[in-house]
């Protein structure tokens, strides 16, 4: 099976600097995703990455907060910008091969901003 | 707008036993898939099971299986033979055809095994 790759896994950041988390597969995939996981909580989608052009983002999710680029099929970065403490969470990645289905998830990075 | 709700937070169970999950949801949609995902402690999100909404037969992967009444909306998740190595969050997820894949999480299900 495919594998995807996140980086950094985890990074202590202070307020008001960004940090970019990359996200990268060993095969190209169809979509890819990037979801929020806040302290003890579910999954939230922020925005469907798409290749070549401008994310698709969630409501309550803007694009001058966590701009993400897609440069082609199996790389993306999303990016934390101008952090504050409710920026700490766990940020993932996901993918859908083609002609599937199924979401994979990349490990995660978990953020902490102090 | 879809919402999914695993209305147990945490549930415990013996090594050996077997445990049952509850998700249900609320859609207009007709086309959809279901999943179970598993979170154990090292944050790493796996798939444990699918299920398209236009099979009849509910979905099994070795110990897991899932009951799936979709006139209830309503999608389990039962653990048989349980082992340490499951404990762990488990999600329960939605995804409509008409949404490009993007899937709705419920809360999640804290689920320890005990030796």
């Known amino acids: 099976s495919a594998v995807i790759s996140q980086k950094p896994s985890r990074d202590i950041c202070q307020r008001g600097t960004s940090l970019t988390i990359q996200c990268q597969v060993d095969?190209?995939?169809?979509?890819m995703f990037w979801y929020r996981q806040q302290p003890g909580q579910s999954l939230t989608l922020i925005a469907t990455?798409?290749?070549?052009?401008?994310?698709?983002?969630e409501s309550g999710f803007v694009i001058d907060k966590f701009p993400i680029s897609r440069p082609n099929l199996t790389f993306s970065t999303l990016t934390v910008s101008n952090m504050s403490p409710e920026d700490s969470s766990i940020y993932l990645c996901?993918?859908?091969?083609?002609?599937?289905?199924?979401?994979?998830f990349g490990p995660g990075t978990r953020l902490t901003v102090t | 707008a879809q919402t999914v709700t695993q209305s147990q937070p945490e549930m415990s169970v013996q090594e050996a036993e077997t445990v049952t999950l509850s998700c249900t949801y609320d859609?207009?949609?007709?086309?959809?898939?279901l999943f179970w995902y598993k979170q154990p402690p090292s944050r790493q999100m796996i798939l444990v099971i699918r299920?398209?909404?236009?099979?009849?037969q509910n979905a099994t992967e070795n110990r897991f299986s899932v009951n799936f009444q979709k006139a209830a909306k309503s999608f389990s998740l039962k653990i048989s033979d349980s082992q340490l190595g499951d404990t762990a969050m488990y999600f329960c997820?939605?995804?409509?055809?008409?949404?490009?894949?993007?899937?709705?999480f419920g809360a999640g299900t804290t689920v320890t095994v005990r030796a």
């Open positions: 996901s993918v859908v091969w083609w002609a599937g289905y199924e979401q994979y």
């Open positions: 095969s190209q995939v169809t979509m």
């Open positions: 990455a798409n290749q070549g052009s401008e994310a698709t983002y």
């Open positions: 859609t207009s949609e007709s086309n959809y898939y």
């Open positions: 299920q398209e909404a236009y099979k009849q």
């Open positions: 997820a939605f995804a409509p055809l008409s949404n490009d894949y993007k899937l709705s």
